[in-house]
C-alpha cells in the first residue's frame, strides 16, 4: 500500500514503515541484560530516527518532529490511562502507597 504524507509530500509504503520499526526493535532482544536495558530505547530511538531518514527518504529534522509526536501521544496515552486508573480505582493508590512505603522504609530512605 502506498502513501502519500500530507506533511513532508514524499510517498511512503507500510511495508517501509513496518521495516523501520521492526529493525529497530530487534536490539530490544538484549534488553534484558543489567546494563543494557536503561541503553535499548535511546538505541531504538536513534535506530527510528536512522531508518526514517535513510529509508523513509525524509530530512532529519522531520525525523525528529515524526519521533517526537510519537513519544508525545505514546506519553499523553500512558498518563490518561494512569489517571483513568486512579479515577476508577482509588483503593489501588492506598495500596500503592503503602508498597512504596515498605520499600523505603527497607532501604532505609
Known amino acids: ?5 500530507p506533511i513532508t509530500k514524499k510517498i511512503g509504503c507500510l511495508k ?9 526493535g530487534a536490539p530490544f ?7 543494557l536495558g536503561p541503553v535499548m530505547p535511546l538505541w531504538n ?5 536512522k531508518g526514517v531518514v ?4 525524509v530530512g532529519p529534522l ?9 513519544l508525545l501521544l505514546l506519553a499523553a496515552f500512558v498518563l490518561a490511562s494512569a489517571a483513568l486508573m486512579v ?8 495500596m ?10 527497607s532501604r532505609e530512605f
Not at 62 to 70: F, N, P, Q, R
Open 87 to 94: 479515577c476508577l480505582l482509588p483503593e489501588n493508590i492506598e
Open 54 to 57: 535513510h529509508h523513509g527518504g
Open 45 to 49: 530511538l536513534f535506530l527510528n530516527w
Open 96 to 105: 500503592l502507597m503503602d508498597v512504596l512505603d515498605a520499600y523505603l522504609s
Open 1 to 5: 500500500m502506498i502513501l502519500r504524507s
Open 62 to 70: 522531520w525525523a525528529v518532529a515524526i519521533i517526537t509526536v510519537g
Open 16 to 24: 517501509c514503515s513496518f521495516q523501520i520499526s521492526a529493525y529497530s
Open 29 to 35: 532482544v538484549i534488553a534484558w541484560g543489567p546494563y
